[in-house]
């Protein structure tokens, strides 16, 4: 769970309603910043986005999972191999495919291409399923939401608030506008994080589900602001990080002195805390979040996938010096 150390200033959501329209909803955000500055977003999402984009995301279960990739495997192996070969499950504390025949190098060729398919069929289901697998700093291996596929997936939907943020006049820079969607992000009210590796995505809110829901633990607030991030800046290169009972996110933008980053593929990010309740502007992380960069503790995976540009609305913003 997100149990950060904080003694910044704390979130404060002012207001937050919603109205149904047409074929969409109208929200209305009211929230004081890092610098203690009123703000507030209005926008409208599609029903369509809030109630069919990920309609049929679920909790991982592996037992469900397993059968499921075994009987895909079986169905491409039968068409594909020897009549003389068979195949059979296997079930002791795992279900187990097996190749049985009488000619050894059938069997043998038979269980090579097995092991191929198999690692294929499982990669397809887990992208199909919103899901990956995923190894932390510890070298302990599971299966986690895809965060960066669901991230990628949102952008679209959330491609109406870009006009409406760019068109703010305080926001000049690609700093005002990532603090800006920080603040944003962090005053929406936080749930507890599940274990990311045990939890088979309970708890995990898509971006507009966590809008609708106007609550997200650490990973689905990463998600959403990432996704933010993305339809107002598609060419920016950024990174999800994840640490012990937490996650946050790393922007391709210089540091300033005393701010936090890190070196990634030859690539410096600049870190940020979406989370909350702590309003703490980019570069800057809780204590304990730095203390597991400074000490390694921590996992990468990139975000750098770069979508269509509408160029009438191309980002005119300029880096900060």
Same mark, same amino acid.
């Given at each position: 769970m997100c149990n950060l150390f904080i003694t910044n200033t704390q979130s404060q959501q002012l207001s937050y309603t919603k109205a149904e329209n047409q074929q969409s909803y109208q929200f209305n955000y009211q929230w004081l910043d890092h610098k203690n500055i009123k703000q507030h977003l209005d926008f409208s999402l599609t029903k369509e986005g809030l109630f069919e984009r990920f309609r049929d995301f679920k909790s991982y279960h592996s037992n469900y999972a397993q059968k499921t990739i075994l009987r895909r495997v079986k169905q491409q192996m039968q068409q594909s191999i020897n009549p003389a070969i068979q195949l059979s499950y296997q079930q002791h504390n795992q279900l187990v495919l097996q190749v049985r025949g009488q000619d050894e190098k059938k069997v043998a060729s %038979?269980?090579? +291409?097995?092991?191929? &398919? @198999?690692? @294929?069929? /499982?990669? +397809?289901?887990?992208? @199909? /399923?919103?899901?990956?697998? !995923?190894?932390?700093?510890?070298?302990?291996?599971? *299966?986690? #939401?895809?965060?960066?596929? *669901? %991230?990628? $997936?949102? #952008?679209?939907?959330?491609?109406? &608030?870009?006009? *409406? *943020? &760019? %068109?703010? $006049?305080?926001? +000049?820079?690609?700093? @005002? #506008? /990532?603090? !800006? #969607? &920080?603040g944003f992000v962090q005053s929406i009210p936080y749930s507890k994080l599940e274990s990311r590796l045990t939890s088979s995505g309970a708890g995990f809110n898509p971006p507009l589900k966590l809008l609708w829901e106007n609550q997200g633990d650490c990973d689905s607030k990463m998600t959403l602001t990432a996704a933010l991030l993305r339809a107002l800046m598609p060419r920016i290169k950024m990174v999800f990080i994840y640490i012990e009972g937490h996650a946050f996110i790393g922007i391709n933008i210089k540091a300033n002195p005393d701010e936090v980053s890190i070196s990634y593929d030859n690539i410096s990010y600049l870190l940020a805390e979406p989370t909350g309740p702590a309003l703490l502007p980019l570069g800057v992380l809780s204590q304990e979040s730095e203390l597991a960069i400074r000490q390694g503790h921590y996992s990468v995976q990139k975000f750098h996938e770069v979508l269509s540009i509408d160029n009438k609305n191309k980002l005119q913003l300029e880096q900060p010096m």
């Open positions: %038979a269980y090579n +291409k097995l092991i191929t &398919l @198999e690692k @294929e069929v /499982t990669e +397809k289901y887990l992208q @199909e /399923t919103y899901y990956q697998e !995923f190894t932390n700093h510890q070298q302990v291996s599971g *299966i986690k #939401v895809d965060h960066v596929s *669901i %991230a990628n $997936d949102s #952008v679209d939907d959330l491609k109406p &608030l870009k006009p *409406i *943020i &760019l %068109a703010l $006049d305080s926001l +000049k820079n690609i700093r @005002e #506008v /990532t603090n !800006f #969607v &920080l």
